[in-house]
């Protein structure tokens, strides 16, 4: 079974700062994907970015980037220029790839993030 | 253009009554999921559905039912509720294409 780890339960920041959430997982598959939700106060989930295990290229939205390391299986999360609206709770999550039942996400248990003024 | 929303928002019940919380998408996708999120433990999945009529338990689907009679609609039913099954449920629905999850508001729960 996949098992995906946040190590940083709380991480705080200053505005304008740059902050990188550590997401690391287990799997034996090959194909899959791997994403960073984003859940503010209002508790909605809200995708940041996604990546395909296949591509060798980081994946990046705006001030959102990732370091993908596959032979490592770490997935970090980089944002750049940190405004106060970041200010949520970041979840990693794993899919496999394939197979029925492939669209199951496994997700860490979140890192809370504060962007301070 | 609706989305994904859940119903109620917000519920209170009794340990042993029967509750639904229900799930209605408008996008057609053919998946559909439920999780509930407890502090600690992330997401976790509780059910899912790959189309109408076909379902499948996920990690934690004890006390739990679903149903799917109709691609839109997803209801989550606890037969027996209890103090455990308190937690805020979440909603998901995705196609087979793009592979991203579409998240409903969630369902805060209470059992008393």
């Known amino acids: 079974a996949q098992t995906v780890t946040q190590s940083q339960p709380e991480m705080s920041v200053q505005e304008a700062e740059t902050v990188t959430l550590s997401c690391t997982y287990d799997?034996?598959?090959?194909?899959?994907?791997l994403f960073w939700y984003k859940q503010p106060p209002s508790r909605q989930m809200i995708l940041v970015i996604r990546?395909?295990?296949?591509?060798?290229q980081n994946a990046t939205e705006n001030r959102f980037s990732v370091n993908f390391q596959k032979a490592a299986k770490s997935f970090s999360l980089k944002i750049s220029d940190s405004q106060l609206g970041d200010t949520a709770m970041y979840f990693c999550a794993f899919m496999k790839h394939g197979a029925q039942g492939a669209q199951k996400l496994v997700f860490g248990q979140g890192t809370r993030l504060t962007i301070n003024p | 253009d609706a989305g994904i929303t859940q119903s109620p928002r917000y519920k209170i019940t009794e340990t042993g009554r029967q509750v639904t919380l229900m799930c209605h998408q408008t996008?057609?996708?053919?998946?559909m999921f439920w999780y509930r999120q407890d502090l600690g433990h992330g997401l976790r999945l509780i059910y899912y559905?790959?189309?109408?009529?076909?379902?499948d338990k996920g990690e934690v689907p004890d006390g739990y039912v679903v149903s799917r009679s109709k691609t839109e609609n997803f209801p989550l039913t606890l037969e027996s509720a209890t103090r455990s099954q308190t937690s805020v449920y979440f909603c998901?629905?995705?196609?087979?294409?793009?592979?991203?999850?579409?998240f409903g508001p969630g369902t805060r729960l209470t059992v008393l």
């Open positions: 996008w057609s996708h053919s998946y």
């Open positions: 990546q395909e295990a296949y591509k060798q």
């Open positions: 998901a629905s995705s196609d087979s294409v793009r592979n991203e999850q579409f």
């Open positions: 799997t034996s598959e090959n194909n899959y994907y």
């Open positions: 559905s790959a189309a109408a009529d076909i379902t």
